[in-house]
């Protein structure tokens, strides 16, 4: 324990930390997505490595967007914060209006010019962009500013209502309307965020409130063809809800929850070490989804609850990394986008295991660096590479840095040094209105100066005597 306090108290420990968390996370990733897919694919193609080669991709496009955002300052991450959040609500309502269109005229998609709408995904030119993940990167950056410029008047109502609570939940609408899960992850990163801000409990207890209204009409709307509901059939959100309540026995579930009940199969298969890493069975079209949502069933089976383990302790070490960051930073921006971050990626971590492992109703959340999907992986190693950027910035990290800096091809790169803490730009010289004042007529600031108004005498007074004395 020594040893590891040492390893923790030195002042990179957190960028370390983080890196090697976030690096492990994808490897296995990568590697699980071929293991999941690889049998689909060459029965399907005739190449097992067409999954996984597209996840590959992705993941050097996302190790790019990682590389750039750590070497972004602070007051970057502020400014870009808007234009995120316009760009994503613009996105979210092109979707959600092709989507209805689609529902009227009866189809599957809807397309306008080179853009097309399928359920949670906008392919924009042959591009793949699903905008609620754009969502929760710009939430935390523009929330974070907000937060950080109203500063001690978050006490006060009117505050947070102005303007945080509107745009709020306008993408609480605009996301929820089509994906409930990334709406309950947003939620999560939103408490987070004003956890961080340090507000009252009782703004905690209306979210709470609030978000549990929300959540009742998202599946109430289902009903009415919300997300990939039918108007007129069973209500897709509401059955999941039930079944996690009250779960009849497997033989008489039928197809409602015959994603959980091989789900299930597959960790029992799996048991303490796997039944080896490529040999599960599961995945043989058995088992809905097994390179997404329930990716971590086939891990349980492969891997066996050691592998089990080693993902979730792994995530453990990106929390406890993340409200390090957030703790030792010593800017209030980076302190809250740090805390929101953290918040994000481990809620929904925990949304889609508990999910998988029978914990939590399933949602469809994928699971960070792990699921395949290439929006989701980018804009998740985009936050990392914020995250590492904050890690730089703190302040036994930067004076580290300084100390001894790296070569300057390393900075060049790699990522250039962070500011020091404390500095501040000292204030201009005010300019002399009529020049230098003399010396002789400068006024005396000791305490023999006359008072004013007072005539000095420069008679010398008393005897010589007293003058030598």
């Given at each position: 324990m020594a040893a590891l306090r040492g390893l923790l108290d030195r002042p990179l420990a957190s960028y370390y930390l983080l890196l090697s968390s976030a690096g492990l996370l994808l490897l296995i990733g990568l590697t699980m997505v071929f293991s999941a897919t690889s049998v689909k694919d060459y029965a399907e193609d005739g190449n097992a490595s067409a999954s996984v080669t597209k996840q590959a991709i992705f993941a050097v496009i996302g190790i790019g967007v990682f590389w750039a955002c750590q070497r972004l300052p602070a007051s970057t991450y502020r400014s870009l914060g808007r234009p995120l959040l316009f760009s994503a609500i613009g996105l979210l309502l092109v979707l959600n209006l092709l989507l209805a269109y689609a529902r009227l005229t009866q189809q599957d998609s809807a397309r306008?010019?080179?853009?097309?709408?399928?359920?949670?995904?906008?392919?924009?030119?042959?591009?793949?962009?699903?905008?609620?993940?754009?969502?929760?990167?710009?939430?935390?950056?523009?929330?974070?500013?907000?937060?950080?410029?109203?500063?001690?008047?978050?006490?006060?109502?009117?505050?947070?209502?102005?303007?945080?609570?509107?745009?709020?939940?306008?993408?609480?609408?605009?996301?929820?309307?089509?994906?409930?899960?990334?709406?309950?992850?947003?939620?999560?990163?939103?408490?987070?965020?004003?956890?961080?801000?340090?507000?009252?409990?009782?703004?905690?207890?209306?979210?709470?409130?609030?978000?549990?209204?929300?959540?009742?009409?998202?599946?109430?709307?289902?009903?009415?063809?919300?997300?990939?509901?039918?108007?007129?059939?069973?209500?897709?959100?509401?059955?999941?809800?039930?079944?996690?309540?009250?779960?009849?026995?497997?033989?008489?579930?039928?197809?409602?929850?015959?994603?959980?009940?091989?789900?299930?199969?597959?960790?029992?298969?799996?048991?303490?070490?796997?039944?080896?890493?490529?040999?599960?069975?599961?995945?043989?079209?058995?088992?809905?989804?097994?390179?997404?949502?329930?990716?971590?069933?086939?891990?349980?089976?492969?891997?066996?609850?050691?592998?089990?383990?080693?993902?979730?302790?792994?995530?453990?070490?990106?929390?406890?990394?993340?409200?390090?960051?957030?703790?030792?930073?010593?800017?209030?921006?980076?302190?809250?986008?740090?805390?929101?971050?953290?918040?994000?990626?481990?809620?929904?971590?925990?949304?889609?295991?508990?999910?998988?492992?029978?914990?939590?109703?399933?949602?469809?959340?994928?699971?960070?660096?792990?699921?395949?999907?290439?929006?989701?992986?980018?804009?998740?190693?985009?936050a990392i590479g914020m995250l590492a950027s904050f890690a730089r910035a703190e302040p036994d990290a930067a004076r580290a840095l300084h100390a001894r800096p790296p070569a300057r091809w390393v900075r060049l790169l790699w990522a250039p040094l962070p500011p020091l803490p404390g500095r501040r730009r000292r204030p201009a010289t005010p300019p002399a209105g009529r020049g230098s004042v003399p010396r002789s007529r400068e006024r005396r600031h000791d305490d023999q100066a006359a008072p004013r108004g007072v005539r000095q005498d420069h008679n010398r007074g008393g005897t010589a005597s007293e003058r030598r004395r």
């Open positions: 306008i010019g080179p853009i097309e709408a399928r359920l949670l995904w906008l392919f924009i030119g042959g591009v793949q962009v699903q905008p609620s993940e754009l969502a929760k990167f710009a939430l935390v950056l523009w929330g974070a500013h907000v937060i950080a410029r109203k500063g001690a008047a978050l006490g006060w109502w009117r505050e947070l209502a102005t303007p945080l609570f509107p745009v709020m939940g306008l993408l609480f609408v605009l996301v929820g309307y089509n994906d409930t899960g990334t709406m309950l992850c947003l939620l999560a990163l939103v408490v987070g965020l004003l956890w961080a801000a340090g507000v009252r409990m009782r703004v905690f207890g209306t979210l709470t409130v609030v978000g549990l209204l929300g959540v009742g009409l998202l599946i109430a709307v289902a009903s009415l063809g919300a997300g990939s509901g039918e108007r007129g059939a069973d209500n897709y959100r509401l059955a999941r809800l039930t079944l996690f309540l009250n779960p009849p026995p497997p033989d008489e579930c039928g197809d409602p929850c015959y994603q959980v009940y091989q789900g299930r199969l597959a960790i029992e298969h799996g048991g303490w070490f796997g039944v080896g890493l490529g040999k599960g069975s599961l995945k043989w079209d058995w088992l809905p989804e097994a390179h997404n949502d329930f990716i971590f069933a086939i891990i349980a089976e492969e891997l066996g609850v050691i592998g089990c383990v080693v993902i979730l302790s792994l995530f453990a070490v990106l929390a406890y990394t993340g409200l390090r960051i957030a703790r030792r930073v010593d800017d209030p921006f980076r302190r809250l986008a740090a805390a929101a971050v953290t918040t994000w990626l481990v809620s929904q971590a925990v949304i889609n295991i508990g999910g998988v492992v029978g914990l939590l109703p399933i949602t469809g959340l994928p699971l960070p660096f792990i699921s395949d999907g290439g929006s989701a992986l980018v804009v998740t190693l985009a």
